[in-house]
């Protein structure tokens, strides 16, 4: 699922935020004195402020497979066959790494203003569903 800014939105499930406290107004030196937790329950609604798209760095592996693909694709038809056969096993032995980047190649983040005044930043768009 896509969000868009201004979508209305529900958590998907429940959440629980852990995490260090400061009081407002103590020096940044007294960090850590307090420890805080915060559940939020499944089906909180709110609204989409920002969507945030990030793109995964290739691996060397990808870029080399991209490159072999390429090669193959353009000029396979006229490679000697062993070299186009070996070009093919080059371009398999590297086709898993190519999948696995595929499926998390993209990946998206939201930052949600829940109806009760919590905001959310950073999260992956997959703990909200549709409102």
Known sequence: MTLNVGQRVRLAADLRLAGQV???????????AFAASLALAAGIEGSVERVDEHHRQQS??????????SLLDDF??????????????QVGALEEQWVAYQRRMHRVTVRVRLDNGFVLDDVPEEAFASA
């Open 22 to 32: 400061t009081p407002a107004g103590e020096p940044p030196e007294e960090t850590g």
């Open 60 to 69: 060397h592996e990808v870029r080399e497979y991209l490159r072999l693909k």
């Open 76 to 89: 396979g038809h006229q490679m000697p066959l062993a070299s186009r056969k070996q070009l093919e096993e």
